[in-house]
């Protein structure tokens, strides 16, 4: 494998016979390019459904409520929907073993003010699990526990760029904030992925909020996150019947989503996991259309090259040499030759899919295009063999010739 003569010949053969050494070369790289360039897309399409979701726990569920659209066992039709802290007691009690993460939530917008400054904020009332829920990564503090429901305590959570909003440089945690004419401790600050909108949140105790605004139990959502032991079919089965359980208790008519509606991770993560594997499957479809195309090509390729060099081996039989050694060296060749064009063509596809990413996500909201290196070795590696055979089928018949017929060849 390392002997330095039979590189020599085979860098002089490529040498002496470049537009077929390039040829050759070409069909690989460009099929492993197109391949490249096909996993790539397809990836960063997936990184923009996972992006859609970051802000969420992927086992996440929430239910909401509004008007009724549909008249119901006399009920009119507008009739506004109320969840209230039975109605989550309820979900909790009933399905308690298929639950992770439970909390119930009260959207308000509030004015929060320090000092001199102030602006208006979207807060969220909510219980503790809700961390878990929302993916709130705390930075500095902590996060509302039992103790402040129980207590009702007149605690904030405040976003990244709330404090920067409010305190700049300065330490946020335990200052007192206005909000909304209350004065609120600051116990933690958040971090979020989902974006500026996210980290301009603030969270305080759903108890507080009840009772401060509305002094009531009512709650806007119940946000729940599935046992996540469940399948995808199960959760979404838990979904739909807790859907069709809460319809029957709240006398909403089955059919009617406008007044009472899960939205179901389970679901969207089942819907993007079967679309994005019709897409693979696709994808896998042409990218092997490609690579046997260029396995052809470098079969036909090889199959003259064999025919061209029929001479010259039956002058190396002649002189002594072995047919294996002359079948290594044809075969050394295909696959330096392969190995070579398909290294270009996988650089080529990285490059162009790192030129391109920007604006793919931009125009066509493909996110960070790339393709797993193991895939395109792989592809890659397939075409070395393709290669190997290729040149070994026609090398070992060409090197059993004998001499004589070999010289006679045209």
Same mark, same amino acid.
């Given at each position: 494998?390392?002997? &330095?003569?039979?590189?020599?010949?085979?860098?002089?053969?490529?040498?002496?016979?470049?537009?077929?050494?390039?040829?050759?070369?070409?069909?690989?790289?460009?099929?492993?390019?197109?391949?490249?360039?096909?996993?790539?897309?397809?990836?960063?399409?997936?990184?923009?459904?996972?992006?859609?979701?970051?802000?969420?726990?992927?086992?996440?569920?929430?239910?909401?409520?509004?008007?009724?659209?549909?008249?119901?066992?006399?009920?009119?039709? $507008?009739?506004?929907?109320?969840?209230?802290?039975?109605?989550?007691?309820?979900?909790?009690?009933?399905? %308690?073993?298929?639950?992770?993460?439970?909390?119930?939530?009260?959207?308000?917008?509030?004015?929060?003010?320090?000092?001199?400054?102030?602006?208006?904020?979207?807060?969220?009332?909510?219980?503790?699990?809700?961390?878990?829920?929302?993916?709130?990564?705390?930075?500095?503090?902590?996060?509302?526990?039992?103790?402040?429901?129980?207590?009702?305590?007149?605690?904030?959570?405040? $976003?990244?760029?709330?404090?920067? %909003? &409010?305190? $700049?440089?300065?330490?946020?945690?335990?200052?007192?904030?206005?909000?909304?004419?209350?004065?609120?401790?600051?116990?933690?600050?958040?971090?979020?992925?989902?974006?500026?909108?996210?980290?301009?949140?603030?969270?305080?105790?759903?108890?507080?909020?009840?009772?401060?605004? #509305?002094?009531?139990?009512?709650?806007?959502?119940?946000?729940?996150?599935?046992?996540?032991?469940?399948?995808? %079919?199960?959760?979404?089965?838990?979904?739909?019947?807790?859907?069709?359980?809460?319809?029957?208790?709240?006398?909403?008519?089955?059919?009617?989503?406008?007044?009472?509606?899960?939205?179901?991770?389970?679901?969207?993560?089942?819907?993007?996991?079967?679309?994005?594997?019709?897409?693979?499957?696709?994808?896998?479809?042409?990218?092997?259309?490609?690579?046997?195309?260029?396995?052809?090509?470098?079969?036909?390729?090889?199959?003259?090259?064999?025919?061209?060099?029929?001479?010259?081996?039956?002058?190396?039989?002649? &002189?002594?040499?072995?047919?294996?050694?002359?079948?290594?060296?044809?075969?050394?060749?295909?696959?330096?030759?392969?190995?070579?064009? #398909?290294?270009?063509?996988?650089?080529?596809?990285?490059?162009?899919?790192?030129?391109? $990413?920007?604006? &793919?996500?931009?125009?066509?909201?493909?996110?960070?295009?790339?393709?797993?290196?193991?895939?395109?070795?792989?592809?890659?590696?397939?075409?070395?063999?393709?290669?190997?055979?290729?040149?070994?089928?026609?090398?070992?018949?060409?090197?059993?010739?004998?001499?004589?017929?070999?010289?006679?060849?045209?």
């Amino acid at each position: 494998m390392f002997d &330095l003569d039979r590189w020599r010949e085979i860098f002089q053969s490529i040498n002496k016979n470049r537009l077929r050494s390039v040829m050759s070369g070409f069909t690989v790289a460009f099929a492993i390019l197109l391949f490249t360039l096909l996993f790539g897309v397809v990836s960063g399409l997936s990184n923009s459904f996972k992006g859609a979701f970051a802000d969420d726990a992927q086992n996440s569920m929430f239910v909401r409520v509004w008007k009724t659209s549909k008249p119901f066992k006399g009920l009119q039709t $507008g009739r506004t929907v109320q969840l209230k802290n039975k109605d989550y007691d309820y979900v909790i009690d009933e399905y %308690d073993n298929k639950i992770q993460y439970k909390s119930s939530r009260i959207y308000k917008n509030f004015t929060i003010k320090y000092k001199n400054e102030a602006n208006s904020y979207s807060v969220m009332a909510v219980n503790p699990d809700h961390q878990f829920l929302e993916k709130t990564m705390i930075d500095e503090g902590r996060f509302i526990n039992e103790r402040d429901i129980k207590e009702k305590t007149k605690s904030i959570v405040i $976003g990244r760029l709330l404090k920067k %909003d &409010l305190f $700049g440089a300065r330490p946020a945690l335990g200052r007192r904030v206005n909000v909304n004419g209350s004065s609120f401790l600051v116990i933690g600050v958040f971090s979020d992925d989902g974006g500026d909108n996210e980290e301009r949140k603030a969270f305080m105790p759903l108890s507080t909020a009840q009772i401060m605004y #509305g002094n009531n139990d009512y709650i806007s959502q119940i946000a729940l996150g599935y046992n996540p032991d469940l399948s995808l %079919d199960e959760a979404v089965a838990f979904g739909n019947k807790m859907e069709r359980d809460l319809r029957s208790k709240m006398n909403i008519h089955p059919d009617d989503q406008s007044a009472l509606s899960v939205r179901n991770m389970a679901e969207a993560n089942k819907n993007i996991g079967q679309f994005m594997g019709v897409l693979y499957a696709i994808v896998i479809f042409i990218g092997s259309g490609t690579l046997v195309a260029g396995i052809i090509g470098i079969s036909n390729i090889m199959i003259f090259v064999i025919k061209e060099r029929t001479k010259e081996f039956g002058i190396r039989k002649a &002189l002594g040499a072995k047919p294996s050694s002359i079948v290594a060296m044809v075969v050394q060749e295909s696959v330096l030759i392969t190995t070579i064009a #398909g290294y270009i063509g996988l650089s080529l596809g990285t490059y162009i899919l790192s030129l391109i $990413g920007d604006s &793919l996500e931009e125009d066509y909201f493909i996110k960070d295009p790339s393709v797993s290196t193991g895939i395109v070795l792989g592809a890659t590696l397939v075409l070395i063999s393709a290669g190997l055979i290729a040149g070994y089928v026609p090398a070992k018949r060409a090197a059993n010739i004998k001499p004589i017929e070999a010289l006679r060849a045209d």
